[in-house]
């Protein structure tokens, strides 16, 4: 069963290798800590095993709703991209996903920098499909959030 992809992206005032560098380096909770509508806000990241740079890390991501998930670093191409991917989802969210597979990318656009934040999310079967679907438009809110955070971070 092919995967539900999920993308928001945004354009800020920044050069590709110093918004990458904020990004991959900034506290998830200080970018995801708004909840929209059913999603909600990160509140800690535990077990992260050194500087989150190189793949292979791992670490083990908190929600407000005390819902977990595991996250690996997969892919670090500075200052293009990262890969990662999030397996071991409880609550709501695992009931309806097997796994996601995330990027976060940055190219330059415009004199400044566009960060485009996507998920490939594997439903856990074909009868979660359209609830992965509909889950796709509260990611979209819960994206414009986190992409808000991010300008204030990189300065855009």
Known sequence: MPPVTFR???TFASSPAHAFATV???PLP????????ALPP????????????RPGQTRTIVLSDG???HERLV????PDRFDYELTGLSGPLGLLVRRVE????????GGGTRVTWTWQVHPRSPLTRPAVLALRVLWGGYARLGLERVGGLVGG
């Open 8 to 10: 928001a992206s945004e």
């Open 42 to 53: 990160i509140r800690e990241v535990r077990d992260q095993t050194g500087a989150w740079s």
């Open 24 to 26: 991959i380096e900034a």
């Open 75 to 78: 892919t670090v191409q500075e």
């Open 67 to 69: 819902a977990t998930m």
């Open 102 to 109: 995330g990027r976060w990318a940055f190219e330059a656009a």
């Open 30 to 37: 200080a970018i995801f800590d708004r909840r929209h509508l």
